[in-house]
């Protein structure tokens, strides 16, 4: 007669949930009676989030995973200046949200203010709504090929522009007459928690893959020094495996 056991990597003999088991930097989440996860808090990583793992310029992001930012790092003050969002990213998944602020998590962003990057079918999307009417580009071609791509978003007051590698700029304009984007809300790169909510249904998935090199109006952000709050994002340089489970047989 031959039984099984089930042993995680970490030489858990039960898979059953024990907070001991994720450390002081991580959570346990059950699935079953049989298989658990570490749910890792920000720069942390390892079977039991013990490894410190910092990220400053290149954050991986699995679609459950988000960086906030202060929206003090992108004031927003006069809709004269021109206002400029640069990044890399890199990803096979056709769909993402990148980088996002709209509003207060208390206030709906339908019809409200905000500015957003994301990936729709592996086309490249900027957005961003001032009162009248959003405005919208979109990359002739999908982005979703595996490669980094270098994006340029400009904004100064109606007026957009999408710079997506060495390819000819977008334009685009907001309707209406307000030119002034009132987006009070953090900032988010990577993901948002309840995202179509915090959203309005604009974006409906996280992002899964690469973001790097940041920079807010020619300023660079350190995503781990700058970052205010953030969840299970991983430094960019290396692939973590998933958890694997053995089988360990044994006679009896």
């Known amino acids: 007669m031959k039984d099984e056991l089930l042993i995680s990597e970490s030489g858990c003999i039960s898979a059953v949930c024990r907070q001991a088991d994720c450390g002081l930097n991580g959570k346990c989440m059950e699935f079953n009676e049989t298989h658990y996860e570490c749910v890792c808090n920000l720069f942390y990583d390892g079977p039991r989030c013990n490894i410190f793992k910092p ?5 991986k992001f699995n679609g459950d ?3 906030e930012l202060s929206a003090d790092e992108f004031p927003h003050l006069t809709s004269e200046k021109n206002e400029i969002v640069q990044l890399r990213f890199k990803t096979e998944h056709p769909n993402g949200i990148i980088f996002w602020q709209g509003q207060q998590p208390d206030v709906s962003v339908v019809g409200e203010d905000y500015i957003s ?3 729709t079918n592996g086309y490249l999307h900027y957005s961003y709504e001032l009162g009248g009417g ?5 990359s002739p071609i999908r982005l979703n090929d595996g490669n980094m791509h270098t994006v340029r978003l400009e904004r100064r007051g109606r007026r957009g522009i999408l710079q997506v590698d060495n390819d ?3 334009v685009g304009m907001s309707s209406g007459i307000l030119a002034m984007l009132n987006a009070e809300g953090n900032i988010f790169i990577g993901g948002v928690p309840d995202i179509r909510h915090s959203t309005g249904g604009l974006h409906h998935q996280n992002f899964v ?3 790097a090199d940041v920079a807010l109006n020619g300023e660079k ?3 781990m020094g700058t970052a205010i709050d953030g969840k299970n994002v991983r430094p960019c340089e290396e692939w973590i495996s998933p958890k694997r489970w053995l ?3 044994r006679r009896t």
């Open 65 to 67: 995973a988000f960086i």
């Open 117 to 119: 990057l994301g990936l």
């Open 55 to 59: 990220i400053e310029h290149a954050a």
């Open 247 to 249: 089988k360990l047989r």
């Open 209 to 211: 893959g690469c973001i």
């Open 221 to 223: 952000v350190d995503l």
């Open 134 to 138: 959003a405005a919208n580009m979109v």
């Open 168 to 170: 000819p700029a977008l």
